[in-house]
DNA sequence: TAACCTAGTGACGCAGGTGTAGTTACGACG
DNA sequence: CGTCGTAACTACACCTGCGTCACTAGGTTA
């Protein structure tokens, strides 16, 4: 086992054990495009690929939608927009999902406004949890996953900015 | 086509195009017990389901379900919470889904609650919005489809009852 | 009672998503 | 330079949720 360090990123298995999920969804979810490693694709057997943070805080929202029983067409959507619309600031405010279109909400009232406006369904995302979520799972398995502390971690504090009074509302299809 | 008036409740063929699914779906939904007709089941070839209101309702919001990217065994649980706790009054709330939960938030305040709270996912039903939904739709099918007016149908207005002061909250699973 | 219309039934098939298992190949270490 | 561990690849199979289509059987009317 050698120093850390020289590694970025997390490798696939790494991943699946942080997120939750199998390898084989995993993999398949490379495959079919709904999100591949942003730091090294897979270029046969013998290579790896390697996740950045972002990617496994967008992993993590995937799983968590599965969990609630949104199909993966649907999460396949939800992230294209999330990866259209929301930069580096991840946690920055709730994912809002529709039945034709996804929305991100800054606040409550916000939210409040979609959901009675609206007389579909909606599917709502705290991303902020998402983020305390990934960050608690990465430490507790810090432990055993030794290697492999990502450089592409935005270091443990500027991930917690505080919404302001911005009434920004990304809207897509 | 005699005088309406003798028939309660609705046919297969015609729930189908108010509720906006196939026939396939309808059946499918009735073999598998997500929702059988309360009325009258099928016995056969030449008999004819038969489905009360409040099915349609359901119905309904399982369909916005699908729409909004849910999965039917999501849907199926909720089903079966809604069919627990709501009573007659539909309406009176939104149902609210989480991952492995459901529950059912009468106004804003508990909504917000709820999302703060939870790191999860949350799907969120308006029951006002689909139950004056689905009276929209047989209104407009209603020129078309002028027999088997329901009298399961709890009166144009006593639907509208408005949500009191009461903190109630049901919860499953 | 024969002809029809309507609605439920059965069989088949397809696609997406995933489990299982065996195979292949890079990279490190002896 | 051979061996080994690890991770990616391939093939196969299964299950759910339908679409399609041909078929069957009440109920009604002639």
Redesign the interface.
């Known amino acids: 086992m050698p120093g850390a360090g020289s590694e970025q990123g997390y490798r696939g298995p790494q991943v699946c054990k942080i997120v939750g999920i199998t390898y084989r969804q995993l993999d398949h979810w490379d495959r079919t495009g709904l999100l591949r490693p942003s730091l090294a694709a897979a270029r046969g057997s013998g290579t790896q690929r390697l996740y950045s943070y972002k990617d496994v805080v967008v992993l993590r929202i995937i799983k968590?939608?599965l969990?609630?029983?949104?199909?993966l067409?649907?999460?396949r959507?939800a992230i294209d927009f999330f990866r259209d619309s929301v930069g580096d600031d991840l946690a920055s405010a709730?994912l809002v999902?529709?039945?034709?279109d996804s929305v991100l909400a800054r606040d409550?009232d916000e939210?409040?406004d979609l959901?009675?406006g609206?007389?579909?369904?909606?599917?709502?995302?705290?991303l902020s949890?998402?983020v305390?979520?990934v960050r608690h799972r990465i430490v507790e398995l810090g432990a055993e996953a030794h290697e492999a502390t990502a450089t592409a971690e935005p270091a443990p504090e500027s991930t917690r900015q505080q919404h302001g009074p911005t009434d920004r509302q990304a809207r897509a299809r």
């Open positions: 968590q939608l969990d609630s029983g949104v199909t067409q649907r999460a959507k709730n999902l529709g039945a034709s409550g939210l409040l959901l009675r609206g007389q579909g369904v909606f599917n709502v995302v705290p949890g998402v305390d979520d």
